[in-house]
Nanobody
Framework: QVELVESGGGLVQTGGSLKLSCVAS????????MGWFRQSPGKEREFVAA????????EYEDSVKGRFTIYRDNAKNTVNLQMKSLKPADTAVYYC?????????????????WGHGTQVTVSS
């Protein structure tokens, strides 16, 4: 059983930056593909970014390309999401997810474990 714990959310003004972190425990981290998803009120959970178990394959949702960076630190069992140039549309609860032996997919149903989420609010 893999446990994922997110941190780093908060309130930031438009144009600001935040770094989200997700620490994994209970599994072999370097065998897990890791993803970030987000969900805002009244909307379905949507894909944000993912990184393969090796770090060699990375994918982003179009609206965050050039603004968000996903990267993993296998020595610390951590995946981070650096977010810059934040917009009010980025306001959501952000969830970390893990896919066993995966390449990192946009499909939420492919992930095996989920964190409880961290709130990101971007004020205008």
């Amino acid at each position: 059983q893999v446990e994922l714990v997110e941190s780093g959310g908060g309130l930031v003004q438009t144009g600001g930056s935040l770094k989200l972190s997700c620490v994994a425990s209970g599994g072999i981290f370097n065998s897990l593909a890791m993803g970030w998803f987000r969900q805002s009120p009244g909307k379905e959970r949507e894909f944000v970014a993912a990184v393969s178990w090796s770090g060699g394959r990375i994918e982003y949702e179009d609206s965050v390309k050039g603004r968000f960076t996903i990267y993993r630190d296998n020595a610390k069992n951590t995946v981070n999401l650096q977010m810059k140039s934040l917009k009010p549309a980025d306001t959501a609860v952000y969830y970390c997810a893990a896919e066993i032996a995966g390449l990192g997919t946009v499909r939420a149903d492919k992930y095996d474990y989920w964190g409880h989420g961290t709130q990101v609010t971007v004020s205008s």
